[in-house]
């Protein structure tokens, strides 16, 4: 047979399906083939989507943990600026009477013509140098005079009438206060004024 019968027969059996013979036994064959295939595809398949599933959790757990390490940096380094801007609060605390005396003591010897000027200069110099080194620490004395009273940075002591300032106005300042930064660390010892009372109305009742 040549070459042109044999495909004359091939293209015959395509044709023509009576041509062939599929019996049931080679159906239930194929049938079970395909059972089969599909018996052997489903843990596959099962296993894929178990790996699927696996690789998700891991991307997400390492996002998580990421994200994490990321916010453990920053609060670190916060905590490591705020440990360097205020790492001198409690010296700075311990010095302050220290300038509360001195700025006594040039006060009191003002007016006083017996007073040693050498030892009032002297004293004027010291009180200078500290608030120099302050200066470069960042730490800043409160404004307080002819302020609105903040129970924030002020302490009330005492209240005054007064004509010349609104109610809750500071009218005299005892101790000064003292900023570190931004940080209060001590507030100052201040007089309030209130308004004088209406002698009008005294009068009326």
């Known amino acids: 047979m040549n070459k042109?019968?044999?495909?004359?027969?091939?293209?015959?059996?395509?044709?023509n399906p009576d041509n062939v013979d599929v019996t049931e036994e080679d159906v239930q064959n194929t049938a079970s083939e395909a059972?089969?295939?599909?018996?052997?595809t489903d843990p596959i398949l099962a296993a894929l989507e178990t790996a699927k599933q696996?690789?998700?959790?891991?991307?997400?757990?390492?996002?998580r943990q990421t994200a994490e390490f990321e916010n453990y940096k920053k609060r670190t380094a916060r905590e490591m600026s705020d440990f360097r801007k205020y790492a001198n609060e409690t010296i700075i605390r311990e010095l302050l009477p220290v300038v509360d005396n001195l700025e006594r003591a040039i006060e009191s010897s003002g007016g006083d013509e017996k007073s040693d000027s050498c030892v009032v200069e002297g004293v004027e110099m010291t009180l200078k140098a500290i608030l120099k080194v302050f200066d470069q620490f960042q730490v800043n004395q409160l404004e307080s005079m002819g302020k609105p009273f903040d129970p924030v940075f002020h302490q009330a002591v005492m209240r005054e009438e007064s004509e010349t300032y609104p109610e809750n106005t500071v009218i005299k300042e005892l101790q000064k206060g003292y900023l570190l930064h931004e940080r209060l660390i001590r507030p100052a010892m201040v007089v309030v004024s209130t308004a004088k009372p209406d002698e009008n109305k005294q009068t009326k009742k």
Not at 7 to 12: L, Q
Not at 54 to 63: I, S
């Open 35 to 40: 059972v089969q295939q599909e018996d052997e």
């Open 54 to 63: 696996e690789a998700k959790d891991n991307y997400d757990r390492f996002l």
């Open 4 to 15: 042109q019968e044999i495909n004359a027969d091939i293209e015959d059996d395509f044709t």
